[in-house]
Structures are given as structure tokens and as C-alpha cells.
């Protein structure tokens, strides 16, 4: 062993650009994995479902190679990164344990958002950055007009450019040489005290959690006794092993290496992200951590059938064991029954959770809204709301509320020139402010792109945007925010009232000027999906006492036996039997009843 023979890389690029399909490559080509037909691209890193099927990566995953140059042999490790803008704070972490950053670029596709984002974490890390040009095999590709490109924007030589086509191969040889040349290996010592940095965890059935882990200092073996600088506990290494990508047990890690350990850890919580790990008795002084992730998006989720509550939240539970972004609290509705409450990074990763508790634990649920979290200013304190019923009424906020506040991001959009003018209009439709733009590429001709940065509120982001964003610019229009603060905002609680009675789980936080819009909208929609009833329902939005719209439900009465003669009493009572099986799946609302179907419908956007 020697810390020479080790490199340590991430692969960091705009979503699509081909970050999974280059790493299949790299392991393919390093025969950690059996090659797979050309064409075919199973991609090995991506382990969960939803991954698969939504061909975007969300956990980061880890493997080591070994490649053999002049006869040495390397571990090249390799931490995969997802590429969401939602999963921003997973590519920070995976980049920790790294020295070196493939900038991965499409060739037809050029610059994006998040390419500069990614581009300035690993910057600001200080890592080597590789520029990688991919998908040159595309009749699209125009990689002169990138190298150009990504000198200006990066300040790239374009010497240093590799071009290949991840998908057939073509090139990739030339960078893993690259990642062998270029990047740096990790120093460390093995005789220094151990100083390991704990980067991600999973969690195991069988072992509990599973920590990945970087060695600085020092050697790690089976049987060691650690301790962990941020929890102060004490733990006993009982298995220790390296991602090859699939677990390979060893004898011990050594500086510069990447792994992972079982220690007796019984809740993911005690596996702290950024912590640093030494021995028991040694002090060493602690690596700088991350900020914890943040809860940005927050929805309810309850059971379609409330008697299904305690195996739903088990399931949540479990399920937040391998994503420990998002947080858990319970919340009772009077319409919905017992749930919880959930906050995510984002409205993807909402969605990534919602789609693998459906996948893999079978659940049956509603999911709320999202909201995201309001800072309420009263005159002696402040107070944090992400759930629409705790938001102040009117008469509250008139007696004793100073001021609200929204948080806001700070968002770039790229987008060729043609679309700019839809871009602005989207971004004023959506309250931005500070809007500023400048070209990005200027002199390039043709393909003229400008950049975009203004401050918009998160919650405007939350809903349409993103699909809005796509659409008004024909897809060319890439992404990518971070946050902004707070800033004070006119918002006030919207409730709907059936037949004159609140639903709390249909409240929603609205800015004053699209209250109009937003209660027409939703009382429309209510009365499409909502059944008539055996009298006539008033659909209502309110703020505070003022009604913003209304509609109204005409009276119904189903009579299902209408149609049948008498005598068939058989027939008769099937048809009654499944009409209160019917009536069995309703909810009910206020004083009517929706059927869990209206609910779902209401609830997709
Ligand atoms: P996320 O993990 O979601 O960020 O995506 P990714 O960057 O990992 O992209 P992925 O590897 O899934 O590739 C995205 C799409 O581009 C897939 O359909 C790939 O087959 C395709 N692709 C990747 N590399 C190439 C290439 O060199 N040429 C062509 N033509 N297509 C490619």
C-alpha cells in the first residue's frame, strides 16, 4: 500500500449529460464490471427503482476500481453524485472525500445551470478539475464551439478537454489515464493518529447503518475501537470493506482510501454526515463538517385508509433510514385522519420519496400540497410554519403578526436568446425580482445563450415552474437555484369551505395578488371532482372573511336501483352491498363526502 497508487474523483455535470453511462464505462473498462452490450445501459450505480425508471440518480454511490498502469497497481475511486438541482447538498458531500472532478459537458447540449454550479462547489473545494466532453458521437455535437465555450466560462485551456462518446466508449481509455495523470493522490500518514471522514451512510436490515467513510490519517482495521468527534460516542469496527461497487470485506483501510464500516450504530442518526472519526483517547482535531441539509418542501402524507396509519409511519421511517434528508414529524387532519408530515430538499425529491414508499413498501396514500416553510415575525419572537392550518388567521395577523416572511432562491436560467423574452415573462409571473442577464457566450454567433439570475420565491418554484420553464423554451432552457433568505412577503391563508365548513386539509398559503386567480382555480376544480350530493353544496375559497370565489354543486340523488324491476331482490341487494362498499372508501368532508379518488385528483396539480 501507498497513498501514491490512489486516486479519488467524483463525475459532476448537468442533469442528462451522461454521468451514469461514463461511470458504467469506467467500470466496465477497469473490469469491475462485466461489459454489457453496446447500447444497453443498465446503469450499475443507479441501485433504486425509481432511479431506473426516471433515469436520474439520487443517492450517491460509491465504488473502487482497480487499474493497472505500468504494472502498478491503482484504486481509483470513484463517488457518484446525482445530478438533480433538488440534490445539491449529496453533491457537496460526495465531493469531500475527493481530490478530483470530472466536469462531464454534452456536446450538444453545452454549458447548462448546473454545470456552473457544479463547476464552482468543486472549485471552491479546490479539486482538479478533468473537462470532459461527452456524446461526440451526436451529429449535434459541436465540441470546438464548447471548447470555446467552457474557456470563457470556466476559464478552461482547451488543451486540457478530453472528447468521448460515453456510450460507445470511444475516448474513455484516454480518461482514465487522465484521472491517473491529472488528479493528485490523497496525502495522508499511515503512522498519524486516525483521523476518518465520514461522508454517507446507508442503512442494512441485517448490520443497521452503514457508514462510508475517507481515511485522512492513520490505518482502520476489523475489531478497532473508534470514536465519533460529534456525537462523543464509542463504537467497535465490525466490518470494514471497500464498494467494489459491490461490498468486498478487507483487512484494513489506509490513508486515502475509500470504504465503509459497520460499528454497533443503531440509528442512522448517530452516523452524523461530516463527522470525523479518531480513536477512543486520541484527540484529532475535526474536519470541517457540512451544514446539515435543510427541509425546504414540506407535504402530508396520510393513509387511505386511516387504520393503515401505524404501518404507514413504520414504513416512512424506514424508508428515511436511507435518505437522511428528509425530516419526520406526525400531523393529524380532521379530514384525513393520523399522518406525517414530511420535509424534503425539494418537489423531486418529494416525489422520488412518494413513488419508492408506493414501490417498495405498498402503501396507499394522499399526499398534501407542498408548502414551504414561512417565517412568522410576531413582536417577541419568531415562529416557523410549513403546514397551512398553524398559519395565523386574519384576525391573528391584523392583532399580532409584525410581518411574514417567504424564503426565496436565487435561481439562474440558461437559455438561447430566442426564449428570452418568454423567460422574463415566466420569471414576472412568478414575482422575480432582481432580474439581471448577460450573454454567455458572445461572439459564438448562432447559438448565442444568455444567462439569467434573479430572486425568486421558493414557492413559486414549488408548483409549475420547472415544467413551465421546459415547455415555454422547448426544453432548451436549463436550471439551478440556491438559497436566498427570507424576504417579507404579503401571504395569507386561503381556506375552502363545503357547505360552509372548513377542510383543513385543503388549505393552502397564497400571495395576496394571485389570490383571485388561485381561489377561482381551485373552486373550479373542486366542483368537477367532488360528487353531487343528495342536496345542493356551496363550494367556497375564503381569506379571512372574504369569499375570493364560489361555486355551486347542484343536488343529486343516486337512486342505483332505479333500474331494475322488482323481483330481482337478489340483484337488488348486490347492487345496494356495492354501492356501500362505495360509500365505505369516501372521506368525510365538513358535512360531504368525497370519495378518495376526488381527493387524488384534487391533490395532482
Ligand atoms: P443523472 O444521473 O440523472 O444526472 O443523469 P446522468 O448524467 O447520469 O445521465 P445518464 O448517464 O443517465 O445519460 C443520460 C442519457 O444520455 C441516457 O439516455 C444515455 O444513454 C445518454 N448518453 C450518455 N452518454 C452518451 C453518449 O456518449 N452519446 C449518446 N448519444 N448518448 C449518451
Known amino acids: 500500500y501507498t497513498c501514491d497508487l490512489i486516486r479519488n474523483f467524483s463525475i459532476i455535470a448537468h442533469i442528462d449529460h451522461g454521468k451514469s453511462t461514463l461511470a458504467d464505462r469506467l467500470l466496465e473498462l477497469t473490469g469491475t464490471i462485466k461489459k454489457k452490450e453496446v447500447g444497453k445501459n443498465e446503469q450499475v450505480l443507479d441501485k433504486l427503482k425509481v432511479e431506473r425508471e426516471r433515469g436520474i440518480t439520487v443517492k450517491a454511490q460509491t465504488a473502487s476500481m482497480i487499474h493497472t498502469v505500468d504494472g502498478r497497481q491503482h484504486i481509483l475511486n470513484l463517488i457518484d453524485t446525482p445530478g438533480h438541482v433538488d440534490f445539491a447538498w449529496e453533491v457537496s458531500r460526495s465531493m469531500a472525500a475527493c481530490q478530483g472532478a470530472l466536469l462531464l459537458v454534452d456536446a450538444s447540449q453545452g454549458v447548462q445551470a448546473q454545470t456552473i454550479s457544479v463547476f464552482h462547489i468543486a472549485r471552491e473545494r479546490g479539486l482538479k478539475i478533468i473537462p470532459v466532453l461527452n456524446k461526440i458521437d451526436l451529429p449535434a455535437a459541436q465540441p470546438e464551439l464548447l471548447a470555446a465555450q467552457m474557456e470563457s466560462t470556466f476559464g478552461i485551456d482547451p488543451a486540457e478537454i478530453i472528447s468521448i462518446s460515453a456510450k460507445t466508449g470511444k475516448g474513455v481509455d484516454a480518461v482514465l489515464k487522465a484521472i491517473v495523470e491529472r488528479i493528485p493522490p490523497p496525502s495522508g500518514k499511515t503512522t498519524g493518529p486516525l483521523k476518518a471522514f465520514l461522508f454517507d451512510s446507508l442503512y442494512d436490515r ?8 475517507a481515511i485522512q ?4 482495521k476489523k475489531g478497532d475501537r473508534i470514536a465519533s468527534c460529534h456525537t462523543r460516542k464509542k463504537y467497535e469496527v465490525t466490518d470494514i470493506g471497500i464498494m467494489h461497487p ?3 470485506p478487507v483487512n484494513g483501510l489506509y490513508p486515502g482510501q475509500v470504504g465503509f464500516i459497520a460499528c454497533n450504530m443503531k440509528e442512522s442518526s448517530e452516523a452524523h454526515i461530516g463527522d470525523t472519526l479518531h480513536r477512543p483517547g486520541t484527540t484529532v482535531e475535526p474536519m470541517p463538517g457540512f451544514k446539515p441539509a435543510k427541509a425546504m418542501v414540506y407535504a ?4 387511505v385508509d386511516t387504520s393503515d396509519f401505524p404501518k404507514l409511519e413504520e414504513s416512512i421511517k424506514r424508508l428515511a433510514l436511507t435518505d437522511r434528508s428528509v425530516t419526520i414529524q406526525r400531523e393529524s387532519s380532521t379530514a384525513l385522519g393520523q399522518g406525517c408530515r414530511l420535509g424534503f430538499l425539494g ?7 412518494r413513488q419508492r414508499l408506493e414501490d417498495e413498501y405498498d402503501a396507499n396514500i394522499i399526499i398534501t400540497a407542498p408548502t414551504v416553510p414561512y417565517k412568522i415575525v410576531y413582536k ?5 410554519v410549513s403546514n397551512p392550518t398553524e398559519f395565523p388567521d386574519a384576525s391573528e395577523m391584523a392583532s399580532k403578526v409584525i410581518e411574514v416572511q417567504e424564503p426565496v432562491v436565487k435561481a439562474s436560467i440558461i437559455v438561447p436568446e430566442d426564449y428570452f423574452g418568454d423567460m422574463m415573462d415566466l420569471c414576472y409571473t412568478h414575482r422575480a425580482e432582481e432580474l439581471e442577464h448577460r450573454y454567455l457566450d458572445a461572439g459564438t454567433g448562432t447559438s448565442a445563450r444568455i444567462m439569467l439570475n434573479c430572486v425568486v420565491p421558493l414557492s413559486e418554484i414549488v408548483t409549475d415552474f420547472f415544467d413551465q420553464l421546459k415547455s415555454r423554451s422547448s426544453g432548451f432552457a436549463s436550471f439551478d437555484y440556491e438559497e436566498g433568505g427570507y424576504k417579507a412577503s404579503d401571504l395569507a391563508k386561503m381556506v375552502f369551505l363545503l357547505n360552509g365548513k372548513p377542510v383543513d386539509a385543503l388549505a393552502l398559503i397564497v400571495h395576496r395578488s394571485h389570490e ?3 381561489g377561482r382555480a381551485w373552486v373550479k376544480k373542486l366542483v368537477k371532482v367532488i360528487p353531487r ?3 345542493e353544496v356551496p363550494i367556497q375559497a375564503a381569506v379571512g372573511k372574504k369569499i375570493i370565489a364560489r361555486e355551486t354543486l347542484s343536488a343529486y340523488r343516486a337512486d342505483v336501483t332505479a333500474g331494475l324491476y322488482g323481483g330481482h331482490v337478489e340483484r337488488k341487494m348486490k347492487v345496494l352491498e356495492r354501492q356501500k362498499e362505495g360509500k365505505a372508501r369516501m372521506k368525510r368532508m365538513g358535512t360531504v363526502d368525497l370519495p378518495q379518488e376526488a381527493f387524488f385528483e384534487i391533490m395532482k396539480k
Not at 217 to 220: H, R, T
Not at 300 to 303: H, Q, T
Not at 347 to 353: A, P, R, S
Request: proline letters at 3%; zero cysteines.
Open 206 to 213: 441485517y448490520r443497521g447503518v452503514i457508514s462510508l467513510i
Open 246 to 248: 459491490e461490498e468486498i
Open 533 to 535: 350530493q343528495m342536496y
Open 516 to 518: 383571485d386567480d388561485i
Open 217 to 220: 490519517d492513520g490505518v482502520l
Open 380 to 384: 417577541d419572537r419568531e415562529v416557523y
Open 300 to 303: 402530508g402524507i396520510f393513509p
Open 347 to 353: 418537489t423531486l425529491h418529494m416525489d422520488v420519496f
